[in-house]
């Protein structure tokens, strides 16, 4: 094997794998890269057997071949080599040797025969969805995921169809403290028919995320037997999905709404984020009192100290004084893109609604704290 490739293409390419690739496993060759020259371009394989990425790249292929390469390793050859190309070259002792101006690395290799197959099943059938609106239901739900192992069917992201209006996906998190919700019009009435919906995991979600940042255009999508498929121009990505029923998030909706107030998004958010200076592991309430024409937030903690502000709103409801977690707030409003707020305060112990007031396409729920 021995090729020439641009060093920027090949940076970028191995870059892609390191959240991909095993750190710990009883598998010493899932540590590794299958890079692979063939017909003009390199191929870069990373899987960690839950999740596969195939990516090509335009390459000057001298001889064909393939290797596994330490995917941490290669990345940090690369990283710190100086010059526009790089000479890749694999010996028959299955060492490859990087070249590029006077820099030389030699790194060892395995040999590709181990390497688990990354292929996407040959049934799957992919619809078309933009780019932004993939990282749209990303974004305004993925804060709320959950990081408990134990409840594995919310560790990720749930996605499904709207019954009662074709071709609107969902997109849904929750931790069990607050939950968020999207639905988009995919642009297709007969786009991506789902029987129960998926659950994407954390994993799955991020490598997804860094796929629609990184690369313009549509993205093709797929879901077929607990697998699905993303592909772009350049790149494949197969995600294992999460095997167990998610809860019906629905009950979770408040069917009343609780006293509703706006406020200018970025003037919020500068406050609470004053609010999250006081905030530690141990502490992160803010208390909430309305008056008429404004919000008064108070966080007091012990261990730092106190924090006191204001912020102008809009709307009735007369005085009510509540707790909820500020970094949850600020998670909420954050995923808001409009200039304008809707923050619907539940009475007692009844969870807030946070929402734009431009559109209805993004909530999020919030459980008060008890204060």
Known sequence: MEFKIKRSIFLDGMQKTLGIVEKKTTMPILNNVLIQADRGKVRIIATDREIGLVADYEAQILKEGD???????IYEMIREIQGETIHVQK?????????????????????????????????????????????????????????????????????????????VIRAVATDGHRLAMISIYSGDKDFLKLDRGIIIPRKGVAEIRKLVESEAGDVMIGVHQGMCALKTDHTMLKVSLID??????????????????????????????????????????VIIKMTDGKIILNSTNPDVGEANDEIEVSGRGGELEVGYNVNYLIDA??????????????AG?????????????????????RI
Do not use: W
């Open 67 to 73: 290797i596994t390469l330490s995917a941490r390793k």
């Open 244 to 285: 167990a029923d998610y809860p019906d998030y629905k009950r979770v909706i408040p069917a009343e709404k609780g006293t509703s107030i706006q406020f200018d998004r970025d003037a919020a958010l500068h406050a609470l984020r004053r609010m999250s200076v006081i905030s530690s592991e141990r502490y992160s309430g």
């Open 91 to 167: 010996n028959e002792q299955f060492v490859v040797t990087l070249t590029s101006q006077k820099s030389v690395y030699k790194i060892p290799g395995i040999p590709a025969d181990d390497f688990p197959n990354v292929a996407v099943d040959q049934d799957v059938k992919f619809f078309k969805i933009k780019r932004d609106i993939l990282k749209n239901l990303i974004l305004k739900t993925s804060y709320s995921m959950s990081t408990d192992e134990i409840r594995k069917n919310l560790n990720g992201i749930f996605v499904d169809m709207d019954p009662e209006k074709p071709g």
């Open 349 to 369: 112990m009844k969870p807030g609604v946070v929402r734009p007031a431009e559109n209805d396409q993004y909530f999020c729920i919030i459980m008060p704290l």
């Open 333 to 346: 409003i954050e995923a808001v893109d409009e200039k304008t707020v809707i923050f619907e305060i539940g």
